[in-house]
């Protein structure tokens, strides 16, 4: 078939090129080779060799590449391509990486990529030295079972979401009205929703600052945030055993007594494989808290591609990454992994998150993940501790800050 879709722009010059100066290259991958992502990736490294000659040497390496990649590259193994998260990739792994400003350019990358993630990479990495792939959003995620039995559809059957915290506290009751958990709540995630309350609040950077310097009890902003959760739990729109272990509470919505979820786009992927569901799934983006952020800012990620730096097969190792990450394999990957196209060109989204597609393209701006809680990691063992309290409903929001103060 025409797989011109997938070459560069500007045809296929550039993989015809550096076929000359590479016959392989090798690629340690993030995925291992069972995982619907794994199995895309070496069916397209597979078409990359028919149209290239470039053959594409994988080693699955699953999420250990986190901790092997470092010393791999120290000790000078032979490693073309690389991926891991997007801001890790961006961060902890930029020194190891070849600037791709060039390349990216030449393949007239900007034009199809989704603006948001290479403008993450280089606010990190000071330039662009990854692609981004498989991205995700995040925000509010609801069956629309439980809106149809609530009431919260109109007339057309299109569900009625919430866009300031009032409103959201207005679902919440509507849904427990109507026999359902409002909110699920697992423990993996306690940081995540508090950290989109404190940020919608004062934005992300405060959030930075009050997490490295402390002045937690001063911060009003901080004890509203947990006031808020003190008030969904005290309202009975959490579960009775909220923080659940992950992954009991999301489970709930795919079992059918609870109605939403604060989390990432994977997530209805997630409790389809792990609860067999067969729900229909709508999102919002995390409410406007009436404070610095809008409803607009999400915690936007992806994982990404990279070249290592010290390739000598720099620009095969480039055509493979555009190669995946765009045109056709790039839509492959959205609809096999239930997860967001990165070629904004590749407009047919899965299914399962094809109710994402409007509050995605309305996003302005990108959250890290935690929202900038992790920027001490000092703080993160007593906070989960703390956060898990207020989600029991056995602290105050007083007790939380005055605690949270005494960690300085």
């Given at each position: 078939?025409?797989?011109?879709s997938?070459?560069?722009?500007?045809?296929?010059?550039?993989?015809?090129?550096?076929?000359t100066a590479?016959q392989?290259?090798?690629y340690?991958s993030?995925?291992?080779s069972e995982e619907?992502?794994g199995?895309v990736?070496?069916?397209?490294?597979?078409?990359?060799e028919?149209?290239t000659?470039?053959h594409v040497?994988?080693?699955?390496?699953?999420?250990?590449?986190?901790?092997?990649l470092?010393?791999?590259l120290?000790?000078?193994?032979?490693?073309d391509?690389?991926?891991?998260?997007?801001?890790?990739?961006?961060?902890?792994?930029?020194s190891?990486?070849h600037?791709?400003?060039?390349?990216?350019a030449?393949a007239?990358?900007e034009?199809f990529?989704?603006a948001?993630?290479?403008t993450?990479?280089?606010?990190?990495a000071?330039?662009?030295?990854?692609?981004?792939?498989?991205?995700?959003?995040?925000?509010?995620f609801?069956t629309?079972?439980?809106?149809?039995?609530?009431?919260?559809?109109?007339?057309?059957g299109?569900?009625?979401?919430?866009t300031?915290?009032?409103?959201?506290?207005t679902?919440?009751k509507?849904?427990?009205?109507?026999?359902?958990?409002?909110?699920?709540?697992?423990?993996?995630?306690t940081m995540?929703?508090y950290?989109?309350l404190?940020?919608?609040?004062i934005?992300?950077?405060?959030?930075?600052t009050?997490?490295?310097?402390?002045g937690?009890a001063?911060?009003e902003?901080?004890?509203?945030?947990?006031?808020?959760?003190?008030?969904?739990k005290?309202n009975?729109?959490?579960?009775?055993?909220?923080?659940?272990?992950?992954?009991?509470?999301?489970?709930?919505?795919?079992f059918?007594?609870?109605?939403?979820v604060?989390?990432?786009?994977?997530?209805?992927?997630?409790?389809t494989?792990?609860?067999?569901?067969?729900?229909?799934?709508g999102?919002?983006?995390f409410p406007d808290?009436?404070g610095?952020?809008?409803?607009t800012?999400?915690?936007?990620g992806?994982?990404?591609?990279a070249?290592?730096?010290n390739?000598a097969?720099?620009?095969?190792?480039?055509?493979?990454i555009?190669?995946?990450?765009?045109g056709e394999w790039d839509?492959?990957?959205a609809?096999?992994?239930?997860?967001?196209?990165a070629?904004?060109?590749n407009?047919?989204?899965p299914?399962?998150i094809?109710g994402v597609r409007d509050?995605?393209?309305?996003q302005t701006?990108?959250y890290?993940?935690?929202m900038g809680?992790n920027?001490?990691?000092?703080?993160?063992?007593?906070?989960?501790?703390?956060?898990?309290q207020?989600?029991?409903g056995?602290m105050?929001a007083?007790e939380?800050?005055?605690s949270?103060?005494a960690?300085?």
């Amino acid at each position: 078939g025409d797989t011109s879709s997938s070459a560069p722009a500007g045809g296929s010059s550039a993989a015809g090129d550096s076929s000359t100066a590479a016959q392989s290259i090798t690629y340690w991958s993030m995925w291992t080779s069972e995982e619907p992502q794994g199995k895309v990736i070496a069916e397209a490294a597979a078409a990359f060799e028919a149209e290239t000659g470039i053959h594409v040497n994988i080693e699955w390496k699953g999420r250990d590449i986190t901790t092997v990649l470092a010393a791999a590259l120290d000790g000078g193994e032979s490693i073309d391509v690389f991926d891991d998260d997007f801001q890790r990739v961006s961060t902890q792994f930029s020194s190891y990486c070849h600037d791709l400003e060039d390349m990216a350019a030449a393949a007239g990358y900007e034009d199809f990529a989704v603006a948001a993630l290479p403008t993450a990479v280089r606010r990190w990495a000071g330039s662009l030295v990854c692609i981004p792939y498989q991205p995700y959003t995040s925000g509010v995620f609801f069956t629309m079972s439980s809106f149809e039995a609530a009431g919260l559809v109109d007339e057309e059957g299109n569900a009625i979401v919430p866009t300031t915290w009032d409103e959201f506290l207005t679902t919440c009751k509507a849904l427990k009205d109507a026999g359902y958990t409002a909110l699920a709540q697992d423990d993996a995630y306690t940081m995540y929703t508090y950290g989109f309350l404190l940020a919608r609040l004062i934005g992300q950077e405060a959030v930075s600052t009050l997490a490295k310097e402390g002045g937690w009890a001063e911060n009003e902003a901080a004890k509203q945030a947990a006031q808020a959760i003190v008030d969904l739990k005290e309202n009975g729109y959490l579960s009775s055993t909220s923080p659940d272990a992950y992954p009991a509470g999301e489970n709930e919505i795919g079992f059918g007594t609870a109605s939403m979820v604060i989390n990432a786009s994977w997530v209805p992927s997630e409790i389809t494989n792990n609860t067999d569901c067969d729900e229909t799934w709508g999102f919002f983006n995390f409410p406007d808290m009436g404070g610095t952020d809008p409803a607009t800012v999400a915690n936007i990620g992806a994982q990404a591609m990279a070249v290592n730096k010290n390739s000598a097969n720099a620009q095969a190792a480039f055509d493979f990454i555009m190669f995946i990450t765009s045109g056709e394999w790039d839509q492959t990957m959205a609809l096999e992994t239930s997860s967001i196209p990165a070629d904004t060109r590749n407009t047919e989204w899965p299914e399962m998150i094809a109710g994402v597609r409007d509050g995605f393209n309305a996003q302005t701006d990108v959250y890290d993940w935690n929202m900038g809680l992790n920027d001490n990691a000092d703080i993160k063992e007593s906070l989960t501790a703390y956060l898990a309290q207020l989600f029991e409903g056995t602290m105050t929001a007083q007790e939380f800050v005055d605690s949270m103060d005494a960690l300085y």
